[in-house]
């Protein structure tokens, strides 16, 4: 098996995309099924079992939608060249090609990685970490690795990948030079993006002014994209909050974004909850920023809040 050509497969995955909707369906299933081939679980596996285990990913992981959709990444990543189904000459499907639920559910109708490749990746841990590693990187941003790798059964490395690891010579070698070029070709950050979000901000976080400096520097606090760099979203200041680490994981995750209005209030999900909570997030919940750019052009742009509304926040329901 070509490990560059696998690599290049799953980098190129397609998620389905329309107006900057964010649809990470095709990515979770492909971590959910390179976790089984790591634990050596059955390659082929019925719809049923995907739905049931790809839906609390996307409730976990995706948008805010009213149904998860999980039979579409089932039925369309065939066509990815990463995936197949056992018998999609009985399948029927509506008027844009997409199957339908109650005929894949009737006709136990099974699917899962292309056996080559599923080899390959039980033979090769290393090679199998890579790629979750990629896809998460490609997808989603850095805050949600350890999560993800969790909730996909890939948060511990089998033995042979750290034994691995140790060899950068021959062909392994190889794999990890493209697997570096062909991620940081998709990825390519802005390097003046952090320094100038921070300086906006005075080195301050946005929604608590946090600024512990250590040795005359500024410490934990980060510069975070409001429309993700994975989603294309751009390295300006006014995509960008700079924020405490621990407000940059929440508000990567959705637990509160800020209004379009000129106040840019913070706005926090009804579903966030727990010890320090009040503390922490909960009194923030219709103030504005503590910090803001002094310069209208620098300060969060409509358009960015918009879609982390739309795409990131978890809600108010």
Known sequence: MDGIGLYRRFLALQPWSSNGKRAPHKPLLALWAIGRALRGESRMVPYSLVDRNLAPLLDRFGPRRKSPRTQYPFWR?????????????EVTTTHSDDAHVKSLRANDIHGGLLEEDYVALRQDPHLAWRIAESIIEAHFPKSYRADILRATGLDTAPDQVTASSQDDSGQLGEERAVYEYELSRRLKRDPGFRPAVLSAYREKCAVCAFDVRLDGKSTAVEAAHIHWHADAG??????????????????????FTLSSDDDRTISVARGANGTGFDEVLGRFDGTPPRVLPRTDHDRPAEKYLRWHQTEVFRGNS
């Open 234 to 255: 751009p390295g300006r200041v006014c995509n960008g909050l700079a924020l405490c680490t621990l407000h940059h994981r929440l508000f990567d995750r959705g637990a």
């Open 77 to 89: 990543m065939r066509k990815d060249g990463i995936w197949e189904i056992d018998r999609p000459e």
